[in-house]
C-alpha cells in the first residue's frame, strides 16, 4: 500500500525556518513555513526586503522553465526556482497547505536532498485539519516519450513510482528504484539522496552563470575518472536512481493533489515529469478525484468515491 489515506488534509502546527543557499544563483536565502487553512494548498511568497514580489501557487499551470530545475512563474524577477525536493519532503508526509516565504528567487539546496525539510517538518509538527483530501485517481494510462526517454501514468490502488535511469558511466550505468511512496518510505529510502552532477558539466554551467552554489557540501560530484570526488562517498549505492526518483516525487507534486496510481519512467529529468503531469491532467478521461466516504476513519483506496473535478481543480489556477 502507498501513502498514508487518512483522507483529511494536512498543514503545519507552527512556523519554522531554514537558511541556505541557492544552488543556481548562490545566493543565501532564508525559507520561513507557516501554517495555512483547509484548500489554499501550497503557496510560494516571494519578498524583496519587506515587499511581496510574488505569490505563486505550487501547481502544474504555474510551471515555467524546467531546464536544470522545477522553476514556478515565468518573470525572472517573480519566479521560484529549485521547488522539486521541497515539494517532495510536503508530498511524502502529506502536507497539503503551507504558506512558504523566501528572500530569494530560489529555494535552497540545504545538503542537496529532503531531509532539512523532512527535520524542519517534524519540528513544526503536522496537524490535521477538519476539510477532506481529495485525491486525482488515474484510471487509464497516459504515456509521454521524448526521444529516446518516456514516462508513463498507469492505474495502480496506491502510490507507486517506478523509475529508471541510465548514464554512460560504468559508476551510474543502468539504474532502477521501485516502490510505493508514503512517509516511512520516503524517509528511509528517498529523502537523503543527494542530487548529482559530472564535474565537466559543472565547470561549463560556472562559466555561464548557473550552478553559482553547488559544491561539494550540497552535491554528488563525478570526475573524470569516473569516479565520486566527494570524500564522504555515496550514501547509498544506488544513490542517483533514489534522488531521481525523489525529483520525480516532488515533480508530481504539482499536480495540486496527492494522486493514486503508478508513475513509471525511463531516462526522465524534470521537463518530461512536467510534459507528462500535463498530459495526464489534459485528458479529463484518464483520471478521476476521490475523497474518502462521510464516515470518519481510515479508508481503503478503493473505498474512496468520485466527486466533482471542476469544484475542485487546483492544477487549473
Not at 84 to 96: Q, R
Amino acid at each position: 500500500m502507498g501513502m498514508d489515506v487518512s483522507g483529511y488534509q494536512a498543514t503545519i502546527s507552527r512556523s519554522v525556518f531554514l537558511s541556505g543557499v541557492g544552488v543556481h544563483s548562490g545566493q543565501s536565502v532564508t525559507i520561513t513555513f507557516h501554517p495555512a487553512e483547509a484548500d489554499s494548498g501550497i503557496v510560494f511568497n516571494r519578498y524583496d526586503g519587506k515587499t511581496m514580489v510574488a505569490s505563486v501557487r505550487a501547481v502544474s499551470s504555474q510551471v515555467g522553465s524546467t531546464d536544470l530545475c522545477t522553476l514556478l512563474g515565468t518573470a525572472p524577477d517573480r519566479s521560484i526556482a529549485t521547488v522539486e525536493h521541497l515539494m517532495a519532503a510536503l508530498y511524502a508526509l502529506g502536507i497539503d497547505n503551507i504558506v512558504v516565504e523566501l528572500d530569494s528567487g530560489e529555494v535552497p539546496i540545504m545538503d542537496g536532498c529532503a531531509g532539512a525539510f523532512i527535520e524542519a517538518f517534524d519540528e513544526a509538527g503536522i496537524e490535521m485539519l477538519e476539510e477532506k483530501r481529495r485525491y486525482i485517481r488515474v484510471v487509464k494510462p497516459v504515456r509521454m516519450e521524448m526521444g529516446g526517454s518516456w514516462a508513463e501514468f498507469t492505474p495502480h490502488n496506491g502510490t507507486r513510482f517506478e523509475i529508471d535511469i541510465e548514464f554512460d558511466t560504468p559508476l551510474i550505468g543502468r539504474q532502477s528504484w521501485k516502490g510505493e511512496i508514503n512517509a516511512e518510505n520516503f524517509r528511509r529510502e528517498l529523502a537523503r539522496a543527494r542530487t548529482f552532477g559530472f564535474m565537466r558539466d559543472v565547470e561549463r554551467l560556472w562559466a555561464s552563470g548557473h550552478a553559482l552554489g553547488s559544491s561539494l557540501e550540497n552535491s554528488v560530484v563525478i570526475g573524470d575518472d569516473h569516479t565520486v570526488i566527494n570524500s564522504e562517498g555515496l550514501r547509498f549505492e544506488d544513490e542517483f536512481v533514489r534522488h531521481k526518483t525523489l525529483d520525480a516525487v516532488g515533480d508530481l507534486a504539482l499536480a495540486g493533489a496527492q494522486f493514486i496510481g503508478c508513475y513509471r519512467s525511463y531516462r526522465g529529468g524534470h521537463r518530461l515529469n512536467a510534459m507528462a503531469l500535463r498530459a495526464l491532467l489534459a485528458d479529463a478521461s484518464a483520471y478521476e478525484v476521490v475523497e474518502q466516504p462521510a464516515r470518519r476513519g481510515g479508508s481503503r483506496y478503493g473505498e474512496l468515491v468520485a466527486v466533482s473535478a471542476p469544484a475542485f481543480a487546483p492544477w487549473l489556477v
